[in-house]
């Protein structure tokens, strides 16, 4: 495998935080996951090979992780607040405010949950409409970038 393909990877893992890759051969398929949730990147990595390449060697884990018992999945019925827009994310209004909301805090269509300032423009966040119930999870952190389908809250 070219040295730039690897650090290409290893950029990739760094910027969205993830832990896992899986790399086979036969068109290379790579396989990353994240550290934080279940969501998983997939795409054929042709584009960053050149098609006379040799196959790649295999990829050794740097430690393998300890199994875990598996456990139901507390989130699994929960609907996702999403961000409508790529941009930076505030959970409060200014930095002297509290949260707009917080983990157990009774959210609608009504409520604000936090801004994304996108061109110097802050738009207010609301969950979609049918969305209703209480903040499970806060799956960013104030000031982080998002783009467009970012899960931002848990809802349940």
Request: charged share 25%.
């Amino acid at each position: 495998m070219d040295i730039k393909i690897l650090k290409e990877i290893t950029k990739l893992m760094k910027e969205n935080d993830l832990v896992e890759v899986e790399v086979e051969s036969e068109d290379l398929k790579i396989k990353l996951k994240k550290a934080s949730s279940q969501s998983q990147f997939s795409a054929p990595a042709s584009h960053l090979m050149h098609h006379h390449a040799p196959a790649p060697a295999p990829v050794a884990a740097a430690a393998a992780p300890v199994p875990e018992v598996a456990k139901p999945d507390e989130f699994a019925n929960c609907k996702q607040v999403i961000s409508p827009i790529p941009g930076t994310v505030y959970l409060r209004p200014n930095p002297d405010a509290a949260n707009f909301c917080q983990v157990g805090t009774q959210v609608d269509e009504s409520k604000v949950v936090c801004l994304i300032e996108a061109m110097k423009v802050f738009n207010e966040i609301k969950p979609d409409a049918g969305i209703k119930g209480t903040i499970k999870k806060v799956l960013v952190q104030d000031g982080q970038a998002v783009e467009y389908g970012t899960v931002l809250f848990l809802v349940g």
